[in-house]
């Protein structure tokens, strides 16, 4: 079936620095990933769309430059948080579509 | 964009008895709706999905309706057990030739009581 990796799983970092999180899909081509964000006890929160070389597409109210996704190849998509503060402390989770929809592990964000 | 808004949001029942959370959703060019279940810190997992050519899946203990016309959609747990106990999630997304953006709704904590 179609798999969709995930790294880090979890991650702690000091306010203001940058932290990068990879989704590769490893047995399919994805032309396009989708970023969500998921705070404790509400929901999966769809951030924005990377599509394979071309740019992402964001949701209404985030910020395209604080949460820079790059989309440069079919297997690997990536969303840097920039300038991390304690209120971006969340849960990140990427997903593409084959058939139905795959998701990786997610990123436990922690920003101290 | 698409809106889905799903009920209840906590749903608490005796072990045995049937569960049904009750999604709706506002574009009418939506035609995939899963339902997922989540675990704490973990990845959504598919528990049944409906396209929009059909009104009813089962798979055994677990059926989803869909009624088009009102853009509403349910999910049904039969004869539950205290593993059902988690969050699930309703979504909706469109075609290959439409959006595909997935957008759920707000979730159901559904407890299920020895």
């Known amino acids: 079936g179609a798999v969709v990796s995930q790294h880090p799983s979890w991650v702690i970092c000091k306010s203001g620095t940058s932290v990068k999180i990879e989704c590769r899909s490893l047995d399919f081509q994805a032309t396009t990933m989708f970023w969500y964000r998921q705070f404790p006890k509400q929901s999966l929160m769809l951030m924005a769309t990377s599509n394979e070389g071309s740019k992402a597409t964001y949701e209404q109210g985030v910020e395209k430059d604080k949460f820079l996704i790059n989309h440069a190849s079919l297997t690997l998509s990536t969303l840097t948080v920039t300038s991390a503060h304690p209120e971006d402390s969340s849960f990140y989770i990427c997903?593409?579509?084959?058939?139905?929809?795959?998701f990786g592990s997610g990123t436990r964000l922690t920003v101290v | 964009g698409e809106n889905v808004e799903q009920h209840p949001s906590t749903l608490s029942v005796q072990e045995g008895d049937s569960a049904v959370i009750k999604c709706t959703y506002s574009d009418s060019a939506s035609n995939y709706f899963p339902w997922y279940k989540q675990e704490l810190g973990k990845r959504p997992q598919l528990i049944i999905d409906i396209r929009s050519n059909v009104g009813e899946k089962k798979d055994q203990r677990i059926a989803v309706t869909l009624n088009k016309t009102a853009k509403h959609f349910s999910l049904h747990i039969t004869e539950t057990q205290p593993e059902d106990s988690a969050v699930y999630f309703c979504a909706a997304s469109g075609s290959q030739g439409g959006s595909e953006k997935l957008v759920f709704g707000k979730g159901t904590k559904l407890t299920v009581n020895p």
């Open positions: 997903s593409a579509r084959k058939g139905g929809y795959t």
